[in-house]
């Protein structure tokens, strides 16, 4: 990535001749924005760009050329970029649109373009992008022209609206690599280059979809350790991967999946743009925020009401303040306030002046050992008219002064930018439009920081037995792609998943070995096309004891339904351990086609459509990926014990879905699994129905 | 209220001798604000403040006056709310905080205050308010110095936040009112009053809670069908309901019944700070919007794709644009450009320029009958440097030519704040700091027409039997508070909602007999209290279709149980109605403590509490609120059918819920109905297990 984020010299081939107002011309955009480097134009109809000589070919060039800028009708692009290989150049910026991101004969020049880079050894970024800007080096190759700070943020992106940049974004990118269809370069490459770059603190990434999903997982769980990254994915909803498929021809995936790999590396997920410049803001400037306990500072009560709400929804609590504090407040307030916390310190400073009151309060709240960050409330007033209601100054240096803790401030009144401004000029504090919004960004720092303290066990290795994967290679030599029953039975008992034996049987003798077999106590289910709800047809009996009970039951039940139900076929008799009423639950996986094999838990049975309530996680998993898996489901609720029962025996599926997780990366010709219901009980469980699908993958 | 909104005359009780800066006088607000009336100030320590003549008590001012504005120690207020009765003054504004607000002596000079206000007839606004503000009459009561435009937004809050105004609301206030504690004037006064206020077009609620919620809900029912009310509740959580009862010493009641209440009534929920500004903005400057369908003019496809994932999540559609308005715009696109919409006219006006590509997009978007409304996504670019990136002006022109459908903008680039301020000059556009904030403020414009559109029958009227309201009359007499089994099913009988019969039987004459009047086919159940899960000890019996049948099943039923529990104390055996399989849902009603009677309908069985699959609705229902009461659950899902299944028997259930609307209405001793579970069928359902709370109401 080096040659294309601070390059010695650059070849400009289809250099504009233009230049000024609606030029787009990059080369001046360059030299405005500082570049040191070697600048080729390339332009056959021209001699001089620029006061720069011209080339009409770039074979013409004659010396060292780190990396192209290619801005030619698109059918040129593939010869062009055979000659820069020829020439030894390592990187090509492929601008133009009309390539994946249009027709066909845009996708063929695409998949030449694919070609080369992996036949040639030459990386291509793009087509259809802004290419890379870079405030440290001063090198960009956009054809808007944009001024950037040296900020210590790097900017991953699938589209040139966040090099143009937003209210949400400006200033906030030092460098930025807009992949656009994202043919060769891919954002793992993008990342990989920022996690190692010193200049570079805080990483974004705007993501759409993407080639190298399981590279890009495993370089961001490295990455995240020692940076923090904040993701926006868009194209979320079916209409919006639809559309995104068109735009940059990118595999766009589950979003469920990615939102769960997110998790699972330490990515910061940002839901809307608002959250990209608040997370990213404050993930720059403030220290860790290392518990829940927000101490709260206000003139307002139902400033203070909004904001509760907001900790509490965002798993944040209101600080236990110490009597200390409280007393200190207290005192400068009058007899009848109630003091506690939120800091209500309006009649406080109606008496005693806003600096002195405003000090104190913050300066006691940020020494509270209860308190982990601080939200202040205050007003941004007319100046200088009304400067005796601004806190801005007590706030900045109260907060400089006790850089130990997170200070962030909410700002009413008639001049909210200005003053929210000159309170963020130190990078102390960071002020926010609303107080959700506060509330929302001192959570994130919260989970930046316990997924930095989490540790996190190695993925465990089970011994297996060799039979399971033995009925899959057979199953695959047979050319089977479904598997279900005993065949699938033998496959979790392999890898240790227990699973309700049954056997169907056609005479009594049969039924009386199975159970002998099963063991006691058994259930008896009639199987008969015609009899569809067994339990209304009487065609169950539960909880058979032993071989007396199982031969009166499996008498009166094939005689019982002669007689009910006499248009009854009945196939045999089911025999099926007793399984103890517990919950339902789903286990599963699947190999997802950007981060490899997935596995998934959930709310099981004939709710598992209905109510979603799923989650995933990507294999391999830690027993703590397991864990938070189950923990994200509402299903979790019932497991733990609802209702005043007690719990049920968590850790048996923690223990199946590591065993899926070993089983997926072991035997890679299963696409799916999906084991519901899976009874969970108090103390065990097993599978009750499984069903697998192998071989190939469509795509 | 007129008397407080635009008094002719004036007294300040308590007027602050102190001018200037930081003095918080109120009637140096008043003089810049441009107030008209005369003013009476009243300070003892006084001889004259700001030129006016100042009396020592307000018994010595001998002049007519609408109403007094107080702030005063508090002990004195309850005696100068006397005077003020006695002089004949209609109104007092009672400023100070420290009532209910505060500890307990508070709480009893507040009770003091209403017992005044009940007893003389003068009317109350307060304690804890900064009162009123009124741009259009140049009246405020605000001890901060606020400057309002004559913007037609009425505002009602429960602090002084929404005066003082932040970045969110700043301008948007023509007429505010500050409840406070809300003592005595409460959101129903002020609602009628800017319902009927020629001045005022949007209303803006901000609600912490209320004293009169049924009164609110019936004003709010008749204003929203000509005026839009968009309402922020806060304190929605547990911790912030707490902290609210001690804020505004505010029934904060229960936060489901109030969004549920907003609904039913029309009110517009705003759920955060940005909600506020963006609905009252647009409800007051944008044509309706008629339909789903949005047309969307873009330079980004990524931008497009952001949109598209947040038209689909606020229940919007991409419109499916005419051939003809393709056409136009392939005509001035490159021929690999596909054109669809969003419609990416990027590479059309790097040909043809701005003005020429903007302003024939947008036109041929707004006149396709496919459109409802138009989302532009332009440049925001630095001015006067870049104006050829700038569509302000025909984005203006072309809206304000075809001012049918709402046209909403989302600018990126440099110069956000700037250029959407001119973007937004002649009120026919408004432009949003993001995209899902404009896909979510038009989804509100759409929905606000639904609710016009709506036709809703009235509540029907049935007819009962007397039996019900017995039993109820008899339990009350016996002092019975709770109410179940066959006691509880007389009273759905009474009002026509169908129960499974059951009854307890000693033996097996009984249970025949009882079988006979239930008519088959029937259930057998064990009831032991040692016997728990009745399944799992086979201590049930389903599908008896005749007599013998109950005989044999009764007979070997006992005798299983005898041997295989011995230890099971049988106090009889229960015959209940067969109930197919069906959905378990709860219907239900509570008697609120803001709203009055409600009803409850959801998921019903074990997993009503793990899924909180609930819905609400206000009493009387109409048939339409019924079905809104059901479309809202998950489970609504089910009833409909899922999994190809047929539905369920979703009219019996409206039924049901509107049969339960008028016991709750006519039977005023029942607190709590709950009806858990309620078995829907394919076709018919009935209640299994009801429960009832009767008698007067825990406060």
Known sequence: MDVFMAPRSVAIIGASRKTGEGSFNVIENMKEFGFQGKIYPVNPLADE???????????????????????????????????????????????????????????????????????????????????????????????????????????ICQSGIFFVGSALFTGMMGKGIDLGNGCDLDFADALEYFGKDDQIEVVFAHIEGMREGRRFFEVAQKVARHKPIVALKTAKTEPGAF???????????????????????????????????????????????????????????????????????????????????????????????????????????MKHGMNYVYGTALREVLQDPSVDGVICIAIAPQLPDHAYLDATGVIRETASSLPEK???????????????????EDGNVISFPTLPRAARTLAALYGRQLFLQQTSSPPPKFSVEKKGRDVLSRCQEKGDTKIEGEAAQVVLEGYGI???????????????????????????????????????????????????????????????????????????????????????????????????????FGTGGIYTEVWKDISYGIAPLTPQDARRMIRETRCFQLLKGARGEKGYDIDLIVDCLLRLSQLMLEAEEIQEIDINPFVALPRGGAAVDVRMIVGKRET
Chains 1, 2 share one sequence.
Not at 268 to 289: R, S
Not at 413 to 420: F, H, I
Not at 553 to 574: D, F, M, N, Q, W
Request: hydrophobic share 40%.
């Open 243 to 349: 559309a995104a498929s068109s735009h940059s021809g990118a595999l766009v995936g589950d979003h469920e999946i990615f939102e769960a790999a997110f998790r699972q590396a330490g990515i910061i997920a940002a839901h809307n743009p608002e959250e990209v410049l608040d997370y990213t803001k404050t993930l720059l400037h403030l220290p860790p925020m290392q518990g829940k306990g927000v101490g709260v500072i206000t003139f307002t009560g139902a400033g203070g009401i909004i904001l509760i709400d907001a900790l509490h929804e965002y798993g944040l609590e209101l600080a236990e303040l110490s009597p200390t504090t409280i007393q200190k407040i207290k005192d400068l307030s009058p007899p009848w306030m109630p003091i506690q916390n939120p800091l209500d310190i309006w009649p406080a400073l």
């Open 49 to 155: 760009i620029m006061g720069k000589r011209t080339y009409r070919e770039i074979t013409e060039i004659g010396e060292p050329i780190d990396v192209a800028i290619i801005s030619t009708p698109r059918e040129q692009i593939p010869r062009i970029v055979e000659d820069c290989a020829t020439l030894g150049i390592k990187g090509a910026i492929v601008v133009p649109q009309g390539f994946a991101d249009a027709d066909e004969e845009g996708k063929i020049l695409q998949d030449q373009l694919v070609q080369i880079a992996h036949q040639r050894g030459i990386r291509i970024l793009g087509p259809n992008t802004l290419g890379v800007i870079n405030a440290f080096s001063g090198f960009t190759s956009s054809f808007m022209s944009l001024r950037r700070k040296r900020t210590p943020v790097g900017v």
């Open 406 to 424: 997170p200070v962030v401030t909410w700002l009413y009144g008639p001049n909210q930018a200005l003053v929210s401004q000159r309170l963020e």
């Open 498 to 600: 227990p699973m309700a034996r049954s056997r169907l049987c056609g005479d009594l003798r049969e039924a009386l070995q199975a159970a002998e077999e099963i063991g006691y106590p058994v259930v008896l289910k009639i199987s008969s096309p015609q009899i569809i709800h067994k339990t209304d047809a009487r065609g169950i009996v539960l909880n058979l004891q032993g071989p007396m009970e199982l031969e009166e039951a499996y008498t009166s039940l094939i005689e019982g339904i002669k007689k009910r139900t006499p248009v009854a076929k009945v196939e045999g008799v089911l025999v099926q351990e007793m399984m103890a009423s517990g919950i339902e639950v789903i286990l599963g996986a699947k190999r997802d086609r950007q981060f490899g094999p997935a596995l998934i």
